[in-house]
């Protein structure tokens, strides 16, 4: 890998089993034609069978998921509000979903992953870091944004990821290839905190009126890999042109 084209590190990265519940954080995974392995692949469903998220149902966020078998992505188990901890299978989790979402729901496992536009979200610490200047936090929560990962640039400006849309980067030495597509456009999600839920609409206030509404990229994987926490993100040509291997 040619050292001198990074233009990051990771430095967190993070896998949501379930669409719109709390994730858990990893030091190592595995990205597929899906992205992050076992991310997004559960739904909430509502009694009409209509896949919910948080921008309809925002308590849904203060449910958890995580993989009793990290690495294999296996065995899903959601962690209710009350702290009950409860299986895919658990007549349970009904009765825990009821309450919030006036009426029957359930999880499911999809047949792919249920991804907003693309499988990979990308969000800079620089650019973590001037949104909390920008709304009076000396550090802003960065699971308000639900990114797989988290990204140490090279460049200290802020929002330099905006910059990688229509670029080609790989992770680590034989790692996953991806291209950067397109911006993230935000949604009101961003402003609860992910713990208390409680609503800070500044957040996303100054989103819309410092960067039209968009904040993070998208990529989608050209070439499946395992990464880790500390990986170089690496320059690797063109988004559209052939892939510059190192």
Known sequence: MDEEKAIGLVSDVWRFPVKSLGGERLRRAFVGPF???GDRRHAV?????RVLSARRA?????????YVDGEAADVLQVTT?????????????ESELWPILDGPGRIVRTAGSVHDIAPIHIVTSTSLGELGRQVGDEEIDRR???ANLIVEPQSPEPFIESSWVGQRVQLGDAGPVLDVI??????AVTTFDPDTLERRPEVHGAIARERDNFFGVYASVVRPGWLSVGDSLVAAGDATGAFASS
């Open 35 to 37: 992205g992050v392995l």
């Open 45 to 49: 469903l509502d009694e009409k069978g």
């Open 58 to 66: 925002s308590a849904l966020l203060g449910f958890s998921a995580r």
């Open 81 to 93: 509000p009350r702290g009950v901890v409860v299986g895919l299978d658990d007549d349970a989790i």
């Open 144 to 146: 308000r944004f639900r």
């Open 182 to 187: 397109s911006p993230t456009e935000r949604c």
